[in-house]
């Protein structure tokens, strides 16, 4: 009984620096907690934005649909368009709010074992927002095997397992996908999980062909395929191939939050930081393109640099106070570009890419590992990069730094 | 039509789509000091314009004109989705006149609240219900303060009832609570009363001609006790500090067969003189590493993060407390034995010669991490 005072550092040190941490998060969101109530002075005065329902009529629809969806709230097809539309509407806006109506929408099903098809596959959707890929899965596993011909489940199917940095089971789900789609779109998803696996430059010559081959595919499909060749192209080093792919996706003249921070990064890198700022000068509200505006704004040495900067550290003190962590990659780069926190961030990129591998998650673990000088922490981007054959010359030159550190 | 080609897009583009807002939070501070309860709600304009729709004239434009029109109403529903009960019972809650002010994502319309319940509660239960039907992701975010304690927690459909214990966690209480530990510690950590007993031993003793002989008076020994014991006590503050307040850390193992170590050391050195001047060095010495020690025992119970330095000093004080009752029943009986043969041969030489090998085996067990002894 005398032993009893054995063990356990690790604990005495984070509990003594529990309050410490606490007191810097109250720092990072002070400004806002600050800010005193108060009577605005005239009935006038605008005090925020939601869509105009009178100007609109997409806001009159969905507020029709949704009027029809309440008289029938167990109605398996309003149900699911209903929850489509919300899911669509968050990716126009950029507002997640959208997510949570989708979720009320699907509530008779939420927990449901076994909900109808169409159900799950929304739900599947909802869930990946969530970042419960394996819950989304599940959903779309069990939707494909009942309808061997839904388009919609096989795309999110090959997405998932892409962000997973499972290459062979994206491509069975392009190849199930190819009989039910264009041959741009067919081409696309192949080429976007070829090009990670030692195949980049025959994948970004096919994407480029089949580009050329379907002049008259829409342009939200255009788009999207030219911001893939051109994400393929950056990572082979081809840098004035990607930036015509990048403007001509951007001169197709829609509104593409992920479009506009893959370009803005791809400056960032070509020391082009004066240009983000003209790029992005309207995009302040979206967080993505906030980091973006604010790493240019250090970049540039532009004196708007310190306020974006705060208004980020906001942002992410509100999501983590929620407990939400689907921003780590983001705020990794933040904590480490912006606060020049590197432990901090590498903590944050370590966390992330357990749960995404893309080569922007592998990046900027492999970016904190260095700059917190601790070059094994980087160990599993490091095995990704060499087990897939992946292209590119930016990966390859911080795995070459880390492997000199070591 | 089915648009599934634009999920292919946004999710082969990164999934995580672009976040211009954070998804729905409210805030809600409720503060409970000198027997009164009183909140504040935070609730986003968007969010109500959603569920009981504030845009009047459908411009998009949500004005002060158009919220203060409805502001009993946005009290009604937001108190239709809040419940608090104080040990049980529930408390009646009044909405005071609302104002606005500005989170993250935009404005939000602040409702100060009065809570009455039957007496000051010692258990507060919250059920928030808030949007859980429109947005099952919308979350409460709670700041209960109350007693100088502050709570958070995150309020929404996963856990929709949630309870908090508000009984007196008064900081005498807190600081009486670590001192107890303290004596308790002391009392329990036999290698630390050991080390003490062994510096106070000779005390009573005086080294010369190459042998133990009694001191005269009392008082030279009660000034080597007191030099010794305020050395040791010294120390280990020290590093008991800079250990608790996360200074320095060293890996426990390290820590705990150091102090097995200075119990041998200190034993031996009562048979066989090394140090006999200035025993208060020693004391001082091994003092720093009994501090890293204390500092582990009080890692264990847990700091409270408003008050850390409470802890401590309590926790310290409750060690020197312990020692104290030790020295003092210690003193007088050696002081009274210390003539005899029976002190000088059994208890000092005999004595240290058990306390030795006891602490000699602590050390194998602690560096080699084995179990010798059954207790």
């Known amino acids: ?406 | 039509m089915m648009r599934w080609w634009i999920a292919l897009a946004l999710a082969l583009a990164g999934l995580a789509p672009a976040q211009a807002h954070k998804p729905s939070d409210s805030y809600l501070a409720i503060t409970v000091a000198d027997d009164k309860l009183s909140g504040q709600w935070d609730i986003a304009l968007r969010d109500l314009d959603f569920a009981i729709g504030l845009d009047a004239d459908g411009n998009g434009e949500i004005t002060w004109g158009e919220v203060r029109a409805k502001h009993s109403e946005i009290a009604a529903y937001a108190l239709a989705r809040l419940a608090v009960r104080g040990d049980g019972a529930a408390c009646a809650i009044e909405p005071g006149p609302q104002q606005i002010d500005d989170h993250t994502d935009g404005a939000y319309t602040v409702l100060p609240l009065t809570l009455r319940c039957a007496k000051t509660p010692t258990q507060l239960s919250i059920d928030y219900t808030l949007f859980a039907d429109i947005d099952p992701q919308h979350r409460g975010l709670l700041n209960l303060q109350a007693l100088g304690l502050t709570r958070t927690a995150v309020l929404g459909p996963q856990a929709p009832t949630q309870t908090f214990e508000l009984k007196s966690v008064s900081l005498w209480n807190q600081f009486v609570d670590y001192a107890r530990e303290g004596v308790w510690h002391i009392w329990i950590g036999f290698d630390h009363i050991l080390f003490l007993l062994c510096l106070l031993l000779p005390a009573v003793l005086v080294w010369r001609s190459r042998r133990w002989q009694p001191v005269e008076t009392f008082r030279d020994a009660f000034v080597g006790v007191f030099k010794i014991v305020t050395a040791f006590t010294v120390a280990h503050s020290i590093t008991l500090s800079l250990a608790t307040l996360g200074f320095v850390s060293l890996p426990s193992r390290w820590v705990e067969s150091a102090i097995a170590a200075s119990v041998v050391l200190a034993a031996l050195n009562n048979v066989w003189p090394v140090f006999h001047g200035r025993r208060w060095t020693v004391a001082f010495a091994f003092g720093l590493i009994h501090g890293f020690g204390f500092a582990s025992v009080l890692a264990d119970l847990g700091l409270p993060r408003e008050a850390l330095a409470l802890a401590l000093v309590g926790f310290n004080l409750g060690v020197e407390a312990g020692q104290l009752a030790i020295v003092a029943v210690f003193l007088p009986l050696a002081f009274a034995l210390r003539r005899s043969g029976f002190y000088r041969r059994a208890v000092m030489v005999g004595g240290s010669l058990l306390i030795a090998a006891l602490a000699a085996t602590w050390l194998v067990e602690r560096v080699f991490e084995v179990k010798l002894l059954g207790f």
């Open chain 1, 1 to 406: 009984m005398f032993r009893l005072s054995l063990r356990r550092c690790p604990r005495l040190e984070f509990s003594a620096l529990a309050p410490i941490w606490v007191f810097s998060l109250s720092l990072a969101i002070g400004p806002q907690a600050a800010a005193a109530p108060r009577v605005p002075a005239s009935d006038t005065q605008v005090l925020d934005r939601v869509p105009a329902r009178a100007a609109d009529p997409r806001v009159r629809d969905l507020q029709a649909l949704r009027a029809a969806w309440r008289a029938a709230p167990r109605d398996v097809d309003l149900s699911v368009r209903l929850a489509r539309r919300y899911v669509e509407q968050a990716a126009a806006e950029g507002d997640p709010r959208y997510i949570g109506y989708a979720q009320a929408a699907l509530t008779p099903w939420w927990t449901a074992t076994a909900p109808p098809v169409a159900v799950r596959v929304q739900r599947a959707v909802l869930y990946q927002y969530g970042h419960q890929f394996s819950e989304a899965l599940a959903d779309l596993d069990a939707a494909v095997l009942a309808e061997p011909t839904n388009a919609e489940a096989w795309s999110w199917q090959a997405a998932i397992h892409m962000v997973r940095a499972d290459y062979a089971a994206a491509l069975r789900a392009c190849s199930a996908l190819a009989p039910l789609t264009s041959a741009l779109l067919a081409t696309a998803c192949k080429a976007s999980a070829d090009s990670l696996t030692g195949q980049a430059g025959p994948a970004a010559a096919a994407l480029a062909a089949a580009l050329e081959a379907a002049p008259a595919a829409g342009p939200e499909e255009r788009l999207w395929a030219l911001t893939r060749l051109a994400e393929i192209r950056e990572r082979r080093g081809e840098g004035a191939l990607a930036e015509r792919a990048f403007r001509q996706a951007l001169a197709l003249g829609l509104d593409d939050v992920y479009l506009q921070a893959a370009y803005a990064d791809f400056l960032l890198d070509s020391a082009r930081a004066r240009e983000v700022l003209t790029l992005l000068k309207d995009g302040a509200r979206a967080d993505v393109l906030l980091l973006r505006l604010a790493l240019a704004a250090k970049a540039a040495g532009d004196s708007r640099a310190d306020g974006w900067a705060r208004d980020l550290a906001a942002r992410f003190a509100a999501a983590r106070a929620r407990g939400d962590t689907t921003h780590e990659k983001e705020e990794a780069r933040f904590v480490m570009a912006l606060q020049g926190d590197a432990p901090r961030a590498l903590a944050l990129a370590r966390s992330n890419f357990a749960v995404q591998r893309e080569p922007a998650d592998a990046r900027i673990l492999m970016e904190a590992a260095l700059a917190a000088r601790q070059p094994e922490a980087a160990g599993p981007a490091r095995e990704w990069l060499q087990a897939q054959g992946v292209e590119s010359v930016v990966l390859q030159a911080l795995a070459g730094k880390l492997g000199a550190t070591k």
